[in-house]
């Protein structure tokens, strides 16, 4: 079983789910969680508080996804 998870929300943000989720810039500054087991991001581009979602989807995003198998990667050259 994962320890964690990210959920796709139907038009809405991506729910990170997990006892130790770290999420960090590129740069590889972290992000204090304050002890967070459950994150929403951003997909809609529409936050204030990016990569975070503050519910500003709700002004109109759709977007619904189903899950499906991805193709194998290819190869790196
Ligand atoms: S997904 Fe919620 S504000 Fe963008």
């Known amino acids: ?4 998870k990210v959920i796709v929300r139907n038009n809405g943000p991506l729910r990170l789910e997990g006892q130790d989720i770290v999420i960090t810039d590129q740069d590889g500054n972290v992000y204090n ?4 087991t459950l994150v929403s991001l951003c997909r809609c581009g529409q936050s204030a508080t990016k990569p ?9 995003f759709t977007s619904e996804c189903q899950a499906y198998e991805l193709p194998p990667p290819k190869p790196k050259a």
């Open 33 to 36: 969680l304050a002890g967070r």
């Open 52 to 60: 975070f979602c503050d519910g500003a989807h709700k002004q109109g």
């Open 1 to 4: 079983m994962p320890d964690a």
